[in-house]
Structures are given as C-alpha cells and as structure tokens.
C-alpha cells in the first residue's frame, strides 16, 4: 500500500533549529529509498517541510519509520499519513 505522509514543524521550530539534524535525517530517507519503501520525496513549497510517499502494508507500519526520524524524534515535527 502507498501511504502519503507530509510533515510539518511544531510551532518554535524553525530551519535553523533542525540543521544540525539534517545529515543524519537525509541518510535515513536514503536508506529507505535503497529499501524500497520510500518511493518518492519532494519537498514543500508552500511551508518548510516535505512529503513523502511509502511502500508500506499499513499506515502503523509507516508511523513507525517517520516515528523514527531523527527529527520526529527530536520533537520538531508533527506527521500526516494518507493511505491511498
């Protein structure tokens, strides 16, 4: 199943809070995309944030991988999940 997810930043948080965070969260996504469950990546034009869609077989199993990035787990983002 394809589940659409799009993150966004808890309020207080801003680019300059997350940076010293993004090498570690964009080796994370990489690793899923070479496993086949992230499919796509965008980044959002309309706030800071991004989408991604997952292969996943539920959406628990997808709040599991976004539960586990390391900016989820920092507290900066708050996460949406769409099967489709």
């Known amino acids: 199943m394809r589940i659409i997810a799009y993150d966004r930043f808890r309020p207080g948080v801003t680019l300059a809070t997350i940076e010293p965070y993004l090498p570690k969260e964009v080796a994370n996504v990489w690793r899923l995309w070479k496993a086949g469950i992230v499919r ?3 980044a959002r034009v309309d706030e800071p944030g991004v ?6 077989a539920s959406v628990d ?8 990035f390391p900016l989820t ?7 949406v999940h769409i099967p489709v």
Not at 61 to 68: H, M, V
Request: hydrophobic share 35%.
């Open 40 to 42: 796509e990546n965008y």
């Open 61 to 68: 199993e997808c709040k599991r991988y976004t539960d586990d």
């Open 73 to 79: 787990r920092a507290g900066f983002l708050e996460w």
């Open 51 to 56: 989408v991604i869609v997952f292969e996943c």
